[in-house]
């Protein structure tokens, strides 16, 4: 028995709806990428990379994939990796990010107003994203005094 085998090539679910998810061929945006989509909600997963190729904008690929932060504040587990999830915003435009494999899910509609927003020459709401790298800082900030009150405490 080779399980390891079949899991790999395993075919996604839907963690929204919990159906299978289609292997599409689309070439609108480009040839030849094969993309996961739920035939219930038209949810589509991406995996890292895969993005950026559709989007061909790594500008605002970057924005989303990259620089995600630690904490998570999706209540989606990837359809991959069964990992949490963390929502990263393009102005009003919300995807899921999985925190470990970098894919992307995208609801109905969301990689067309991604588009736009590429197409509008969205730069990055800077703000946010520093206040999410603060975020960040704090979160490690804290653990280090953590560790050092632990340190004390062990001395
Ligand atoms: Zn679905
Ligand atoms: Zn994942």
């Known amino acids: 028995m080779s399980l390891n085998k079949v899991s790999k090539e395993r075919t996604l679910e839907c963690h929204r709806c919990w159906v299978d998810l289609d292997k599409k061929e689309i070439d609108i945006f480009g040839p030849n ?15 890292k990379g ?4 559709l989007l061909k904008d790594r500008k ?3 924005y989303l994939t990259k620089h995600i932060g ?3 504040r999706s209540p989606m587990i990837c359809p991959k990796c069964s990992m949490t ?21 995208l609801d109905q509609g969301e990689l067309e107003a991604l588009k736009s ?11 946010a994203k520093e206040e999410e790298l603060n975020e960040e800082r704090r979160y490690k900030a804290r653990n280090s005094s953590l560790n050092k009150f632990l340190k ?4």
């Open 33 to 47: 990428i094969i993309i996961d989509i739920c035939p219930k909600c038209n949810g589509i997963w991406l995996d």
């Open 50 to 53: 895969e993005l950026g190729k």
């Open 60 to 62: 605002l690929t970057d």
């Open 70 to 72: 630690t904490k998570s």
């Open 85 to 105: 999830m963390d929502i990263e915003r393009a102005d009003d435009v919300e995807v899921d990010v999985c925190l470990t494999c970098g894919g992307v899910w």
């Open 117 to 127: 927003k590429s197409e509008e020459g969205f730069k990055g709401d800077e703000l």
């Open 152 to 155: 004390k405490l062990t001395r």
